[in-house]
Every structure is written in structure tokens, then in C-alpha cells.
């Protein structure tokens, strides 16, 4: 069985500031997908960002990139520019690439300071 | 479109009473999933679906029932509700195909209690 670990229960960082999320994951399979989630206060999850494996590089999405080592089994989320809108409790999840199924962390809270 | 909606949006069980939430999807998407969230914790997979009239237990399936009866619907059922269901219940969706990203797609959310 695949698990996700989410090793920091709670960030803060100033606003315009860089902020870094870790994520580490177990599994045995060699293809696969990796997402972060972003739940804000409205409860909604978003999807932030996506990495597949079979791909070398590092996903970006405008302030949002990853640092995905596979051999490692780390998939880390860096926050550019943090803006009071990215509040939220972030999810790294995981599925197979034929089984669909999400496999989520325990989350991170983040707290972006005026 | 509408995305994935959940009905109702909160709830308040007795202990023992009965209910079905339903997720509602209009993307015509083949898999469905219910996932259920507690304090602290990420989400974790109930059941899920992947095409009409299937089912199959996800991580946590014990005490719910599923139905697919509809592509577009997906319903979860508590026969005798416990205080250990108290958590929030969230509705997604995914089409695999779909430029094989697997991203799915999640629903507001409903707010369960259970006294």
C-alpha cells in the first residue's frame, strides 16, 4: 500500500516571502502521479499542482513549482511571492497511474502574514 | 457546467438514524469517488466508482453503502449512523482518459454530525 507523509503540521511565512512544503511518499510502483491540494477555509480542494512520474522535470505552475526526486521519494511544493490568498492547509497526494485512487497526506497549514 | 455538487451541505444524525448523501457530477465522467475528512487529517477514500452499476471499498468502507445507479450520480448511504462517522464527506470525480492526468475533481463538501 502506498502512504504519503506530510512532516510539517504548520508553516507561517511573511507575505512576498518563499515558503517550502515537504512531502514524502512509499510506494513500489514506477508509474505514477503526484498532486498538491490546496484547501482553503471554504473547505473546497483545489488542485494546485501535478507532477508525473515518468517525467524528469519539475512541474511549475505561476508561483507554484515542485522539487520531485523520485529516487528519494520526495516531492516538495515551494510557494514564490506568497500572497495572503494562499492560507490554506495543502494536501501532497499520490495515485497509480492505472488505479486512480488518491492517496492523501495529513496536511500542512499554511499561514501567509501581512 | 455545475462541477460535482453534494446534497445537503450539513447535517445533524441521532445516533442509529439513517441517511444518503448524494454527489452529482455533469462533466460526464466514468470514476466517482466518496472520501471523508477528519480534524487534523487529509482525506481517505470510502468507496469509489468506475463506471455505472460498480462499487468497490476504498481505504475506510465500514459502515457506508454505495450506489451507482446513474453515470452521473454517485450515493453514499449510512444505514445506523455512529458518532464515529462524524467527519466531512467529499465527492470527486475524474475521467482517466482525459489527457491521462488523473485529476479529480472535488465537491464543496457536507458537514456530518452525529449526537
Known amino acids: 500500500a502506498q502512504t504519503v507523509t506530510q512532516s510539517q503540521p504548520e508553516m507561517s511565512v511573511q507575505e512576498a516571502e518563499t515558503v517550502t512544503l515537504s512531502c514524502t511518499y512509499d510506494t513500489s510502483e514506477n508509474n505514477y502521479y503526484l498532486f498538491w491540494y490546496k484547501q482553503p477555509p471554504s473547505r473546497q480542494m483545489i488542485l494546485v499542482i501535478r507532477?508525473?512520474?515518468?517525467?524528469?522535470q519539475n512541474a511549475t505552475e505561476n508561483r507554484f513549482s515542485v522539487n520531485f526526486q523520485k529516487a528519494a521519494k520526495s516531492f516538495s511544493l515551494k510557494i514564490s511571492d506568497s500572497q495572503l490568498g494562499d492560507t490554506a492547509m495543502y494536501f501532497c497526494a499520490f495515485t497509480k497511474a492505472a488505479g486512480n485512487k488518491l492517496t492523501f497526506g495529513g496536511g500542512t497549514r499554511v499561514l501567509v502574514k501581512p | 457546467n455545475a462541477g460535482v455538487t453534494q446534497t445537503p451541505k450539513f447535517r445533524v444524525l441521532k445516533t442509529g438514524q439513517s441517511m444518503t448523501l448524494l454527489c452529482a457530477q455533469d462533466m460526464n465522467h466514468e470514476y466517482m469517488y466518496w472520501y471523508r475528512q477528519d480534524p487534523g487529517m487529509g482525506l481517505r477514500l470510502i468507496h469509489y466508482s468506475v463506471g455505472e452499476g460498480t462499487t468497490a471499498k476504498g481505504e475506510v468502507p465500514d459502515g457506508y453503502n454505495v450506489s451507482r445507479l446513474k453515470k452521473q450520480n454517485f450515493l453514499l448511504g449510512l444505514e445506523s449512523a455512529a458518532p464515529s462517522q462524524t467527519s466531512v464527506y467529499f465527492c470527486?470525480?475524474?475521467?482517466?482518459?482525459?489527457?491521462?492526468?488523473?485529476?479529480?475533481?472535488f465537491g464543496p463538501g457536507t458537514r456530518l454530525t452525529v449526537t
Open positions: 470527486a470525480s475524474s475521467y482517466p482518459a482525459v489527457a491521462l492526468s488523473y485529476e479529480q475533481y
Open positions: 507532477q508525473e512520474a515518468y517525467k524528469q
